[in-house]
């Protein structure tokens, strides 16, 4: 991460002796501001990975140091760049959360996560291997550190249940090769016996591979002889039938 | 995000190190928000977490040649907060280099942005090597 052009100025050395003096009316309140865009810059750029256009931020945190400066006090002892500083993330933090970041965020980590899903499949076609974060990546138009974060956020939402989202052909958590939701669900082999055995044989071993022995869909792609997104598409499928199978023997799961 | 069995309580206590790059401090951050999100700190507490923790790392960093040695970021769970601390440990042992005009200026605009975002932080140089460290606290949330 580079300065860039601006060139990082110092944020304090230029104006924090002119802070202390008696007078210190508009166009004191003006240089400092001057003086310090560059620190406004510096900040806004701290935020930039949040999604939104940098040149909007620097605005913010420009309005932000315009009211720091409005409303500085030379007299309280304070540096005039710790103060803006304040005001300055105070100010971005607020524009966030005015535009209901935080819902949004959560929102599009979920909704990265089901594009990586469709980005690892894509790419596993196109490359013949399971595709790295880096080019998720940038099939995605994220960085790498997003890409991980997705990942890890994602699989909170998928353990628990092996519902099959609408309008998807398969668990994410499947075809991304990590976790196959729905594990502890189809622990109980007592009622799983009878469903399992209605499923043709080649889906039973599949299922008894990735749960009992724990193997990875592509071992289990390598036994079989298929593609491990067809093992993920056996997988999800069972899994679904078994569900409903499972829901004819008992009256209700849990 | 995360299941109630994954939860991080008082006490858990997470160590990393890696190589003192700046390009590495990703792992910081990774690690600092999937810790934090555990300890149950909402999503604007994680941002907040996730930059501040960037900048101790950049404080940690100041006056090495990068080059030698290892940051060494532990991450302490507390009651109702979190606890970072982190520290470069040298290759070898000869004092750090005195940090430039323009690094203390760094390092004084990171200090200043960590104290808009946490409730305590600091930062101590001993044989050359800068400890920084942070604390901050959870928001009360219903439940």
Do not use: N
Not at chain 1, 32 to 46: C, F, M, N, P, S
């Amino acid at each position: 991460m580079s300065a860039g052009r601006e060139g990082a100025p110092g944020p304090s050395a230029v104006a924090a002796p002119s802070a202390r003096t008696d007078r210190f009316g508009p166009t004191e309140r003006e240089q400092l501001v001057t003086a310090h865009l560059g620190l406004a810059r510096q900040l806004a750029r701290r935020f930039s990975h949040r999604g939104e256009p940098l040149d909007d931020l620097v605005q913010v945190a420009s309005l932000g140091l315009v009211s720091a400066a409005r409303r500085f006090d030379p007299d309280r002892g304070v540096e005039f760049s710790a103060f803006a500083t304040r005001t300055i993330i105070g100010e971005l933090k607020r524009h966030f959360r005015d535009k209901g970041w935080a819902v949004r965020a959560s929102r599009r980590v979920q909704e990265l996560y089901l594009e990586l899903g469709h980005a690892t499949a894509s790419l596993s076609q196109r490359l013949g291997r399971t595709p790295t974060v880096a080019e998720l990546a940038q099939e995605t138009g994220t960085s790498e550190e997003a890409v991980l974060e997705a990942l890890e956020a994602g699989q909170g939402y998928s353990t628990t249940s092996i519902d099959v989202p609408e309008g998807e052909d398969d668990p994410l958590s499947a075809r991304l090769g990590a976790r196959d939701g729905g594990y502890e669900v189809i622990e109980d082999r007592a009622l799983l016996g009878p469903a399992l055995a209605a499923l043709p044989a080649r889906e039973q071993a599949i299922l008894r591979m990735r749960f009992v022995e724990g193997r990875t869909q592509s071992e289990i792609a390598e036994v079989v002889g298929v593609s491990q997104m067809h093992v993920s598409r056996l997988l999800s499928s069972s899994l679904r039938e078994l569900r409903e199978r499972m829901a004819h023997v008992a009256p209700a799961p849990g | 995000m995360s299941d109630p069995g994954e939860r991080l309580a008082a006490g858990d206590r997470i160590e990393l190190r890696f190589p003192a790059r700046g390009d590495l401090v990703v792992l910081a951050r990774l690690v600092t928000t999937a810790i934090s999100a555990r300890a149950g700190f909402d999503v604007e507490e994680l941002e907040d977490l996730r930059l501040a923790v960037g900048e101790l790392c950049l404080l940690a960093l100041q006056g090495s040649d990068a080059q030698h040695g290892d940051l060494r970021l532990e991450l302490t769970v507390l009651g109702d907060a979190v606890a970072i601390d982190c520290s470069l440990e040298r290759a070898s042992a000869s004092g750090g280099v005195a940090p430039s005009p323009d690094e203390e200026e760094t390092a004084r605009l990171s200090e200043q942005i960590l104290t808009a975002l946490v409730d305590d932080h600091g930062r101590q140089s001993e044989d050359g090597a800068v400890r920084a460290w942070l604390r901050k606290r959870r928001r009360e949330h219903a439940g």
